[in-house]
């Protein structure tokens, strides 16, 4: 006889599984349909902001929206530390609970959104024994799913350009900062 992975009753263990894997499903879909919401209302502050500096020809505007981009970063970053306890428990009931060689539908999209590696590495992490061992090593873990590389580089590159243009303006072309 297998040993029950709680101390609740069978049926009410499957209950309990089942309830967490749809939460940590519908926060992440949840999660990532905010991530998108604010990053859209940023991008539009961002292009209005840039309009509003190109019709009234002040240059100090321009300097003001490149911290939008900067503000973006900081998002994500956040965003990501905050979506990254809810994959680790979708993956990790799906590998415990789960029937082997299955697609399941977190680990399925994180090896694509993300990498094989990631999913990997939270099935690996799940398996080590000490609760504390087991943070530090999900705390140290990089979610790549927003924050990647060539998206903080576009989001620098806009940085630099508005700062650039701003200064461009009030050199070259004589617009008032303010």
């Known amino acids: 006889m297998t040993k029950p992975m709680t101390n609740l009753p069978p049926d009410e263990e499957i209950d309990f599984v089942n ?3 749809t939460q940590a499903i519908e926060s992440l879909r949840t999660e990532l349909t905010l991530t998108v ?3 859209t209302v940023f991008v539009v502050a961002n292009a209005t902001m840039i309009g509003f500096s190109v019709s009234s020809q002040k240059s100090g505007i321009v300097f003001v929206a490149a911290l939008i981009p900067l503000m973006m970063l900081i ?3 956040g965003i990501s530390k905050f979506m990254l306890p809810i994959i680790y428990t979708a993956i990790t009931l799906e590998t415990k ?5 299955t697609d399941w539908l977190s680990s399925t999209f994180m090896a694509i959104a993300v990498s094989p590696e990631f999913v990997k590495n939270i099935q690996r992490m799940s398996q080590i024994d000490d609760y504390y061992e087991r943070i530090a090593k999900l705390r140290k873990l990089k979610l790549e799913l927003i924050d990647r590389p060539h998206f903080r580089l576009i989001l620098m590159l806009i940085i630099i350009a508005q700062i650039t243009g701003g200064i461009i303006l009030t050199t070259y072309f004589g617009w008032k900062l303010f």
């Open 75 to 77: 998002i994500i970053r």
């Open 97 to 101: 609970f789960g029937r082997r060689n």
């Open 37 to 39: 919401q604010i990053l």
């Open 19 to 21: 309830s967490q894997i």
